[in-house]
């Protein structure tokens, strides 16, 4: 009987995760056109999935081994199935070997399930519930069911077992196990349920939005941040996301292969400090939106102080309805279950993209979240708070504040900076960036200039010709002034001759070396903490050693996950003579200031500060000082009330222990290495 109904159940199975795989696929298919190389993107694929999203799940080991184990299990498992029981390659020796290669890999599924049961019994409060809890009993089931048939192919239990009415029963009680293991295992992978993602999720890494994302060596790790341009000499383009429909297809398809693990949530600043924006819930309303219908079946937790549909808690809860050409944000006040989200949850984002880094299906969050804000800035207008007022300023006057451009060069009048306007060639451009207009960010700007002249670096300012970078546009979704900044800068700098842009602001540091290169501008961008340390490694420097207390260092986002630079800050520190004793969220895990992604003009409430919850970070190290590399951190560090630990960015530190040797003293260390020079310095006092 097991024979004959065996093939059945699996070619049936097949058949019908065929017809929702085209379902799934006329879903996404309702996005914008997005060109793919089809072929090449999915020979790819299982490089992708092997390397570059096992790398992020392997930051959890337990669940890097169970994933391994089911995952690779089932695939392997349901391969040989087929094999085995479907086309009845089962006898003889080519079939003895695959039968027991079918054992194997059933049971390393089953173990693996076991984990996965245990995790579910406990489940973290980031991870959704609803379907996703009877995900263990279906790879258990599925396991189960094919190991047992199996074992009676091979001959491990007795031939007589399935016979009479007690081998009816057993027959048919296998046939329910394998079909409710084959039901959710293929064929709720493109209809629906817990294994949805892995057939999306599939499909999402080979047709990714950003390939450029991923390794293309073992152990590698491909790096792609900036945001895309909008064609705005195209009147039929978009200006931004207004529908589901209006994503690219492979936007649609990668919310799709969301598994509602909740990394992102667990990562995400605003979400922890109570403002309206939990990123896993977003990316599901994306998914309810394509494929229209509520959130009613939503599991998880929803955004912060509402229930799934957006009423406050406490409140009646409405349900959101979405379709694919129906409005995705409602107005900024306004909860009528007529649209997916308010406004408020994508003005809450900094852009830190913690959520991207720590998901493993590789989910653009941050640039979904732009394109839906460039929507509501270019077609409606409609930015909260001080966005208008700095919009209207960055057109006004080419800067945030609405300072007058002529008075960029006022702090450093004494300073008598070299010009590229007079020089026309020098080795580095100092991109002074909108803190020459902060009072604060001056002392940066003055300690920096500093060193480089202690270093005898080569280097000029553009001066009044400088214009902002244009981040806090483009974050703010009004692309027109971004560009329209962008092209302007980038006509000015290629008056100009240099090797290198140099930098204290990673924003300013992201933009021109990885946005302005769309628009034609492309340079050598170096932050200032990675030039300071390649100016030591050169023994152009030399420190006196750090007398001062304890010190941790701040990861600015637009500096680490970003552009991925984590060590060269943490070398000038330890070359400074500082032990960094770090946060517990340091590295790609660092928590944001929530100074990015314009979230200080926009100014959303929740229930606590970002910047006060880095602050108690550093409090835990006992650090009295926190180093950072970026405007943008000092200035919401620093207004953290009884903060506690005084800030300071690591080009103050570094100027105040320069050792400036005597000319005398530079003449005799000409043609010594590094080291030579550093003990030369080291005996000349400042």
Same mark, same amino acid.
């Given at each position: 009987?097991?024979?004959? $109904?065996?093939?059945? /159940?699996?070619?049936?199975? @097949? &058949?019908? *995760? %065929? +017809?929702? =795989?085209?379902?799934?696929?006329? !879903? ?60 009845? $390659?089962?006898?003889? /020796?080519?079939?003895?070997? @695959? &039968?027991? *290669? %079918? +054992?194997? =890999?059933?049971?390393?599924?089953? !173990? ?69 293991? @084959? ?504």
């Amino acid at each position: 009987m097991l024979e004959t $109904l065996l093939p059945i /159940l699996i070619f049936a199975a @097949l &058949g019908l *995760a %065929l +017809l929702g =795989a085209g379902r799934r696929i006329r !879903l996404w298919r309702q996005g914008r056109p997005s060109p793919v190389p089809i072929l090449k993107g999915l020979a790819a694929m299982p490089r992708r999935y092997l390397v570059d999203l096992h790398h992020v799940v392997a930051r959890d080991k337990a669940m890097s081994n169970t994933h391994v184990a089911t995952a690779g299990g089932f695939v392997a498992a349901a391969v040989l199935l087929i094999l085995v029981h479907g086309l009845g $390659l089962g006898s003889g /020796l080519a079939g003895g070997v @695959l &039968g027991w *290669a %079918l +054992l194997v =890999a059933s049971a390393t599924m089953f !173990l693996g399930s076991l984990f996965v049961y245990r995790r579910r019994r406990n489940p973290p409060a980031r991870l959704s519930k609803g379907v996703w809890m009877r995900l263990p009993k279906s790879l258990m089931a599925f396991s189960l069911g094919v190991f047992a048939i199996t074992l009676l192919r091979v001959g491990l239990l007795p031939e007589g077992l399935l016979e009479g009415a007690g081998g009816w029963i057993l027959a048919l009680v296998l046939a329910a196990v394998v079909t409710w293991g @084959l039901a959710e295992m293929v064929v709720g992978m493109t209809w629906g349920g817990p294994m949805k993602h892995a057939f999306a999720g599939a499909l999402h890494l080979a047709f990714h939005r950003r390939p450029e994302r991923f390794s293309t060596k073992a152990g590698g790790e491909g790096r792609s941040t900036g945001l895309k341009a909008l064609d705005l000499d195209d009147p039929e383009a978009p200006l931004g996301v207004e529908t589901p429909a209006d994503f690219t297809w492979n936007q649609l398809l990668g919310f799709d292969a969301c598994v509602q693990c909740g990394r992102c949530e667990a990562v995400c600043p605003a979400f922890a400090a109570g403002q309206p924006l939990n990123p896993k819930k977003l990316i599901q309303d994306m998914v309810v939106g394509m494929a229209g219908g509520s959130d009613a079946a939503y599991a998880g937790s929803p955004y912060p102080s509402q229930e799934p549909g957006g009423k406050p808690v406490g409140e009646h809860s409405l349900e959101r309805y979405g379709s694919p050409h129906g409005p995705i944000v409602a107005s900024l006040h306004e909860h009528d279950g007529k649209a997916l989200v308010d406004a408020e949850t994508l003005w809450s984002c900094t852009t830190c993209r913690a959520c991207v880094e720590e998901c493993p299906m590789m989910i653009e969050h941050v640039d979904a979240i732009v394109d839906m804000r460039r929507f509501l800035t270019l077609e409606r207008g409609q930015t909260p708070n001080k966005a208008p007022e700095v919009l209207d300023n960055l057109i006004a006057t080419d800067n945030p504040g609405g300072f007058d451009p002529g008075a960029r060069m006022h702090w450093a009048t004494d300073l008598e900076l070299p010009l590229m306007a007079d020089l026309q060639q020098v080795d580095v451009l100092l991109w002074l960036g909108d803190g020459a207009f902060d009072m604060r960010n001056q002392r940066t700007l003055r300690a920096l200039v500093k060193v480089l002249r202690a270093a005898r670096v080569d280097f000029a300012v553009l001066g009044n010709e400088e214009r902002d970078s244009g981040d806090v546009a483009r974050r703010l979704g009004d692309e027109a002034t971004f560009q329209s900044l962008a092209r302007r800068n980038i006509a000015t700098l290629a008056t100009y001759r240099f090797q290198q842009i140099l930098t204290c602001d990673p924003h300013s540091f992201h933009v021109l070396g990885n946005e302005y290169g769309e628009l034609g501008g492309v340079y050598e961008v170096r932050h200032h903490s990675t030039y300071i340390a390649e100016l030591y490694e050169a023994g152009r420097l030399a420190f006196r050693p750090w007398k001062g207390g304890r010190v941790t260092w701040h990861d600015p986002c637009y500096l680490g996950r970003y552009n991925g630079e984590y060590e060269a800050p943490r070398q000038v520190l330890r070359a400074l003579g500082i032990e960094v004793a770090e946060m517990e969220r340091s590295g790609f895990r660092s928590r944001c200031c929530g100074g990015g992604g314009g979230a200080p003009i926009t100014d959303i409430p929740g229930k606590r500060r970002i910047p006060d919850m880095r602050m108690n970070d550093v409090r835990e190290t006992g650090a009295e000082l926190v180093a950072v590399g970026c405007p943008q951190c000092t200035a919401m560090l620093e207004g953290v009330v009884d903060a506690g630990a005084e800030v300071r960015d690591i080009a103050e530190l570094v100027a105040e222990a320069l050792v400036e040797p005597s000319t005398s003293v530079a003449t005799d260390a000409v043609g010594h290495d590094a080291r030579s020079i550093r003990h030369l310095a080291e005996e000349v006092p400042l």
